[in-house]
């Protein structure tokens, strides 16, 4: 059977589906369009794992109550350089925003400021609030933790999330930031859930089975065993922290505790630069390091160096000129959950 | 030939011994004091390699101007939550001391604060900073950078210092706080010192060669080689953060820049916990969830899961008791540099 290629698709469609989507489940406009806006932009830096394809988990959550699709977050209390939000259980994307816009502002005052959020729900990317937080001349941390899936270091049982962490600097170029923005785990889960899917083969060094051991064998994930975390004992220290700075500071619990409540607990730290030095050598040092880097020799095996943030920087460019080129399997998914909600979707051929 | 063996020696003797060998070189008595407790809190920790075997170096230092013995930490300017020190190319504890306690007020008016020094020298184990953080029921991040000698993931040239990065945490009990501290490389240079000095091996994974292969020949590493990142990509992203949080935030520069100075850079971060949550309950999540991960299942080929922190912390305590075992070439280098300095070391045997 013959299949008509697809074309990539403009970031401003996928916009308007997902505010649709969004809005058909109970989300007022001014958030769906935050949300909607959110996955677009992890499209357009590349990662489609945590784009538009998460829309039918999405309004899943919305429809099982996980989320509650109108809640807005709120400001729970302040003092000196600190505030604490509380989600209200709504989509994490507002709540993670305003986090960062709440920090770039207690930085702006203070210096540094640290913004931790509880009642939390998925965030998305945590690279968009960092680098959100460079076009403010600062540099940023974003950590967040989530149910456990990942085993200690040396560990089978699963006591820790995927505790994604993120920083961001400002450089000379305000589209190309230096951006860390990492699992602590050796593999996101989403990933393992693809290859599930798709029947492919896993890596190793990315999950032991239930008796601890390194497999290759993704049944093995689901038949009782866990994730590691990436760069053995440091990965798994790191993963740690993430637990404390996002999870039982925001009054929480770290997430093998019974009182945790499967929040996606998060902690943002912006940093003024221009409190330290002049922006302007700053980033003329980052610009400078940047093409450095890039100019080294690269490895045997490697056609370039590669700086954090480089990636996503090229795709946002190729797909904002391009489109999305967005997988078969997606479209299909999000035209069927458009059709399920009465929605309109010519445009996702 | 036989060899008398060798009684571990206690704390306070060490402690005598490196206030002397330093005010031998210059130093004033109180900073003596600071950096001789902080070589001997390594050594009381486990690490060794940061221990009283670095005298010699030390001296050495202060011989050749690198450190200015009589030098003092000041403070620069301030704003807000954070505090810029000059270390006067002094000592690097005293300044790095002086940054912790500077954190710790500032945190505890603001709830957060933040301490970059500059024209610093080696600070010694960063876990000494952030442990001091948890005794103020703060959590505490310090990160140090120094000359380059790893290669960027994917890369050869040696571009990124080992860049250490520590956090703790209080539990409750004190002498027993969650602790990270690791280089971002995959291995301390210190080690391949070591390595080189008794003609060991080294494992796979640790340097490349000049080409940018993977290599265990220890050779390599000092004919144009480099350290590799921990973790691939993950690690080396963190390194280039410590660049910029610790090296350019200071006003001085990432060292693989023209303008390095070759200053130990260093950010210290306190967080005021009380400010965010009563402290009583995070101690006790803290402990519980210590108590839930110790608990857990090892995995295949290991013994007990352990916690960050777990084995500096057990360390301690039996060389507080039972003293520090110091490998016979350190005494004889000790002994020989006190002896040139004039010093009596009786109790070095």
Redesign the interface.
Known sequence: MMREPTSPIVATTLQRLGESILEAVGTPPDLARIVAASLVAANLAGHDSHGVMRLPSYVEFARTGHVVPAARPSVESR????T?LDGHRGWGQPAARLAAETAIALAA??????V?VHRCNHIGRLGEYVEAMTRAGM?GLALCHGGPAV???????R?LGTNPFA?A?PTADPQRP?V?D?ATSAVAEGKLQVARATGQAIEPGLI?DA???PSTSLPDFYAGGALRP?????????S??V???AG????A??S??PEYDGSNDTLM?A?D?A???PLA??VD??A??YA??KA?????G?D?????GEPEAQARRQRLEGGIPLPEQTRTELRELAAQLGLHTEDLR
């Open positions: 003092h000196g350089a600190t604490m005052e203070h210096g540094i400021g640290a931790s540099m085993a200690p270091y040396g560990g089978r049982d006591l920083w600097a230096l860390l990492f032991v008796q601890g051991r990436f760069g053995g004992h440091k990965g798994y220290a790191l740690v922290m637990e404390f700075l039982a500071l925001s009054g619990a770290p093998c505790l730290i940093c630069i409190t330290f030095r050598g700053f040092q980052a400078r390091f450095t880097v080294s020799q690269p490895a045997e490697f370039a160096v590669v700086l954090p």
